[in-house]
């Protein structure tokens, strides 16, 4: 079955920075695009970034956009994102989630990862 | 990018129905049939539940259904069950390789 599992997260200063860790699992992990959304306690979802199935393409959120890094190793069945000069703002729940080939929508979701940035 | 608008809140009795807009621009929801819902338990990951407006994917019961018009979106739970109660989201694309989310609806059921 499909699967996506978040590692990498954990209690962080501002102004440091953290790497984010997701591993696919049970399909066809190199014909599928990525994404990375975002929530805050008690928030909502933000969408934060993709990566295209081959890695050629990345888009961020303007929030994140010059902080964040987006990629992927296929050979390896795993997306990564660099996350740098980390804000109080940044604190929340990250979940990878697989975009749907057909309809673009997020059809499967890790469990998410807590990051908190706190000095 | 700003966040499509829900409702914070929407409430029915069990066996009745709740419905919840999501309202964005041209850019976004009026502008593509690429609105999909999410529904959200505490502490659990988002699940999808409609994508292109009115699709439900494998497994989800035919009492949610969405819709749209104009730049506005909207899912309709009918015949309201306990395990309705949840946190909802819409989300659309918003061109340039770019989504939005909604600020969620917390649906309680009475």
């Known amino acids: 079955q499909v699967q996506l599992v978040e590692s990498g997260g954990g209690v962080v200063q501002p102004g440091r920075s953290l790497r984010l860790l997701c591993a696919a699992s049970?399909?066809?992990?190199?014909?599928?695009?990525i994404h990375w959304v975002r929530q805050a306690p008690g928030k909502g979802l933000e969408w934060m970034a993709l990566?295209?199935?081959?890695?050629?393409?990345?888009e961020y959120a303007d929030s994140v956009k010059g902080r964040f890094t987006f990629s992927r190793d296929n050979s390896k069945d795993t997306v990564f994102l660099q996350m740098d000069s980390l804000t109080t703002e940044d604190t929340a729940v990250y979940y990878c989630?697989?975009?749907?080939?057909?309809?673009?929508?997020?059809?499967?979701w890790g469990q998410g990862i807590l990051v908190t940035v706190s000095s | 990018q700003s966040a499509l608008t829900q409702p914070p809140s929407a409430s029915g009795s069990l066996g009745q129905s709740v419905t919840i807009s999501c309202t964005g621009t041209?850019?976004?929801?009026?502008?593509?049939?690429?609105v999909s819902w999410y529904q959200q338990y505490p502490a659990k990951a988002p699940q999808l539940v409609i994508y292109?407006?009115?699709y439900r994917p494998s497994g989800v019961p035919d009492r949610f259904s969405g819709s749209k018009s104009g730049n506005t979106a909207s899912l309709t739970v009918s015949g309201l069950q306990a395990e309705d109660e949840a946190d909802y989201y819409c989300?659309?694309?918003?061109?340039?390789?770019?989504?939005?989310f909604g600020g969620g609806t917390k649906v309680t059921v009475l």
């Open positions: 292109e407006v009115t």
């Open positions: 049970g399909f066809t992990f190199s014909n599928y695009a």
């Open positions: 989630t697989r975009e749907d080939i057909r309809s673009t929508s997020f059809d499967y």
């Open positions: 989300s659309s694309y918003a061109g340039s390789n770019s989504w939005v």
């Open positions: 041209s850019s976004d929801v009026g502008g593509y049939k690429y």
């Open positions: 990566i295209s199935y081959d890695g050629n393409n990345k």
